[in-house]
């Protein structure tokens, strides 16, 4: 028998029972006459404890084993008489009789435990190690709790688990395709989903009526921390429903995994429209753990003779509470990143009314006191309060001043990783102008229904269509997204036509969901969550990469097994590919 117990399992009930452990041995502590050792599995650790006096052959095999050997011991059960409250096996400790080493381990390329000493590279290329530590073997957990509690809620709701292919016919529409060559069908290819949308689609039209899959997706996209090329989503789809219909059973599910995993309560969550997030954040993902809303003062900052200000299409401001005693020095250092390229703000204006009821500017030169107090009480600003202002086109304006604003509130200390707020953002644009393709993309993706009221502008003002299109937000992360879709075969044509497909292209890719129209498709809408962010953020961390056991690196890269890697002519050679400059 390899163990009576796990590391994690024994309490002071258990004293003076023998039992047998097996786990790794993290650390060795040597005092003289004692040997200690830390002994580690997935549920915890338990110390043991070796005595010269009573056997010095043991004590002295305990003394030679290393980091990560992985033994099994038999022995009593103690009380510890140095008890340690920050473990829960604390209070006591093994007696060990009989040790016996199952494998032994070279020296780690760094240290196995809750801090450990090894960068990301090393880390990322001994995996396997690093996910023995306690932070991530308790992501993965909570990872697998999630999505046990999904299952379940979603379930319980009449949702049917089905699985859609990963093989797939490549569209152009969307992020970049990862493509795989059929050997098959020489010279045709796969691609990997970017997400299961379309079979999901089609199992409404085969009347599953609710439908979800826990499910791996794959965009070949420049990477950033919080992406990667593979990602999982909670993709869901329902039949005969109407956006409130989806918002509610969601925002159930949303609040049942904070109960049960974080034992959180969610108040009920806003319906922001989208045009409103970007005026009073700047941003369609605003992060309301506080306020400090944009304060719009365009007609009060023009006509004073301040070229700045006269040239832009708005000037905003933002209100940062009690902060009238900035420094020069933090002022310079706020321009600085407002200007940075990534921000682009040309400059940043500051305002400031002390507690003595004066105000002060760095546009003194144009604006009176008179004029300060306009912006202080149009703002509903008040005495010691510092305003920030920046000033541009209609384009940027609202996304520098909505990063200002998160900056403000990372600098002062409001985004609290432990403080949830929840939102969702609805009525976005369907479609955005792309400048460099001189057409329209679908925001969202092209079976987005728009809002009934705005469908008969799709032709005469494509611009201005708001879909009926939903994306769950917490704590300024975009959690979630979905959307009604189009059923109506004539209304997709037109939504592809829109897009600049012709009625070729349009059937050339998407014929068999246009097909799938002609008989009766039922009215559906659905969502897919980001599972590897919603973990991250359920733990308040912001590294996806944190909670998928196995990730890729920032270029896409797994250091571990060193792929993608290179592959035999003669491989390539049944797939009909040439390489221009084999390595
Ligand atoms: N398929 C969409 C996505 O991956 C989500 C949805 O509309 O359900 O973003």
């Known amino acids: 028998m390899y163990r009576t117990h796990t590391c994690g399992e024994l309490r002071p009930e258990n004293i003076e029972q023998n039992v047998v452990l097996s786990g790794w041995v993290q650390r060795i502590r040597d005092l003289g006459g004692m040997t200690f050792i ?50 829960p096996t604390g209070d006591v400790e093994i007696e060990v009789q009989k040790l016996e080493v199952l494998n032994k381990s070279q020296v780690p390329p760094f240290t196995i435990e809750t801090e450990t000493d090894g960068g990301e590279e090393i880390r990322m290329k001994y995996r396997y190690l690093d996910l023995r530590r306690a932070p991530l073997q308790f992501n993965i957990q909570l990872r697998h709790r999630m999505a046990l509690e ?18 797939i016919r490549s569209t152009p529409e969307g992020a970049r395709d990862f493509i795989v060559p059929s050997r098959m069908n020489a010279n045709q290819f796969y691609a990997l989903p970017q997400s299961p949308q379309t079979f999901k689609q089609l199992l409404m039209v085969s009347g599953f009526d609710r439908y979800f899959q826990i499910v791996r997706c794959f965009r070949d996209e420049d990477l950033r921390a919080d992406r990667q090329p593979e990602f999982t989503q909670i993709d869901c789809e329902m039949s005969f429903v109407e956006r409130e219909d989806v918002l509610n059973v969601f925002e159930g599910l949303t609040k049942q995994l904070f109960r049960n995993i974080k034992n959180i309560e969610l108040p009920e969550f806003t319906r922001m429209p989208y045009s409103e997030a970007m005026r009073l954040y700047g941003s369609d993902k605003p992060d309301l753990r506080f306020g400090m809303e944009i304060q719009d003062i365009t007609e009060l900052g ?17 209100v940062v509470s009690g902060a009238a005693e900035y420094t020069r020095k933090q002022l310079d250092e706020l321009t600085d990143w407002v200007k940075r390229p990534q921000i682009g703000a040309t400059g940043l204006i500051w305002a400031k009314f002390s507690a003595d009821g004066t105000a002060k500017s760095s546009v003194d030169k144009f604006f009176t006191a008179d004029d300060l107090n306009a912006w202080k009480s149009s703002c509903g600003a008040a005495d010691g309060d510092l305003m920030l202002i920046v000033a ?42 792309d400048e460099d393709a001189q057409r329209y993309f679908a925001m969202h993706h092209p079976f987005t229904s728009p809002v009934a009221e705005d469908a008969s502008k799709l032709e005469s003002e494509p611009g201005s269509v708001r879909a009926n299109a939903y994306d769950l937000v ?62 991250a953020i359920l733990a308040g961390q912001n590294n996806i990469r944190d909670f998928i056991a196995f990730p890729k690196n920032n270029s896409g890269r797994d250091l571990m097994a060193d792929s993608p890697s290179f592959v035999d002519q003669k491989q390539l050679d049944e797939l009909n590919i040439r390489l221009v400059k084999p390595e």
């Open 38 to 87: 830390d002994l580690r599995d997935r549920y915890g650790i338990t110390q043991l404890i070796f005595d010269l006096d009573a056997n010095r052959e043991l004590c002295e095999s305990a003394r030679s084993l290393g980091r990560e050997y992985v033994i099994r011991v038999s022995g009593i059960v103690r009380e510890r008489s140095n008890k340690n409250k920050n473990i």
């Open 302 to 318: 023009k006509g004073k003779g301040f070229g700045v200000f006269d040239s832009a299409d708005y000037v905003l401001a933002l």
């Open 150 to 167: 999904v299952r379940n809620y979603l379930s319980a709701n009449n949702f049917m688990e089905i699985e859609t292919p990963y093989l």
């Open 474 to 535: 917490i704590n300024g992360v975009e959690i979630g997204g979905g959307s009604i879709r189009i059923h109506d075969r004539n209304l997709q044509m037109r939504m592809f036509r829109a897009l600049g497909f012709t009625e070729e292209e349009a059937a050339a890719q998407f014929g068999f969901l246009l097909g799938a129209f002609e008989y009766g498709a039922p009215p559906h809408g659905g969502i897919a969550f980001g599972f590897d962010r919603f973990a």
């Open 392 to 433: 541009g086109n209609k384009k940027n304006i609202f996304g520098i001043a909505g990063e200002l604003r998160l900056e403000l509130g990372n600098r002062l200390g409001l985004r609290d990783s432990s403080k949830y707020a929840a939102l969702w953002v609805v009525d976005f644009p369907l479609l955005e102008w």
